[in-house]
Structure formats: structure tokens, C-alpha cells
Nanobody, 123 residues
Framework: HVQLVESGGGSVQAGGSLRLSCVIS????????VGWFRQAPGKEREGVAV???????SYADSVKGRSTISKDNAKNTLYLQMKSLEPEDTAMYYC??????????????????WGQGTQVTVS
């Protein structure tokens, strides 16, 4: 049974930083692509960043230079470090594993497993 559990969201002021975590259990995520997505109210889901088994990362243009995705295989944990946060970054953030369709870092990509989300609010 695969479970993804996000944490680390919260409310911060513009310019602040947050680190999101996603613990992935029941899955050998170290061997596959995992990533972060977000969805703001009234907006479509957006890919934020993905990382593959070799540690190669891809980022959406909207967060490039401000965010870093990483993973700790020993802890089965995926991270997203975000800095210089802007109000436009306000959204529910989700981690996902095992893409099977589409551009893996796009909002229309399909992943097998999703977490329940963690809210990020920037004011």
C-alpha cells in the first residue's frame, strides 16, 4: 500500500521560505520519478518540480531559481525548499510518484500516487 504524506506547509510573509516534506511509504520511489505539484483555488493544477532516480531535477519556470527539489532515499522523503515566496505561490501543494503519461512536470501529467496535500499561504 503506497502512501504519500506531505507536511511543512504554513503561512508566511512574502519573501519568506518554507521547506515541504513528503514521506513516501510502501513504494520504491528511489527508482522512479517523484515530484511536487500545486493547485490554487480556481486555477488548474501546475507542476512545480520533479526529480528522477538519478537526481536530475526539472522545474516550472514560475519557481525556477527559487525552489530546490531533493530527496533522501534513506528516509524515503522528498523535499521542496522554497525561498523568496510570493503571494502567487499560495496553493495546496501535493507530492506525487510514478508518472505514466505526459510531461512529468506539467499540470496535465498523470501520476499513479498522490498525497493529500499541504497548504502554503503567502501574504
Amino acid at each position: 500500500h503506497v502512501q504519500l504524506v506531505e507536511s511543512g506547509g504554513g503561512s508566511v510573509q512574502a519573501g519568506g521560505s518554507l521547506r515541504l516534506s513528503c514521506v513516501i511509504s510502501g513504494h520504491r520511489y528511489s527508482r522512479n520519478v517523484v515530484g511536487w505539484f500545486r493547485q490554487a483555488p480556481g486555477k488548474e493544477r501546475e507542476g512545480v518540480a520533479v526529480i528522477d532516480r538519478y537526481g536530475r531535477a526539472s522545474y516550472a519556470d514560475s519557481v525556477k531559481g527559487r525552489s530546490t527539489i531533493s530527496k533522501d532515499n534513506a528516509k524515503n522523503t522528498l523535499y521542496l525548499q522554497m525561498k523568496s515566496l510570493e503571494p502567487e505561490d499560495t496553493a495546496m501543494y501535493y507530492c506525487a510518484a510514478d508518472p505514466f503519461r505526459g510531461n512529468y512536470c506539467s499540470g496535465d501529467s498523470e501520476y499513479s500516487y498522490w498525497g493529500q496535500g499541504t497548504q502554503v499561504t503567502v501574504s
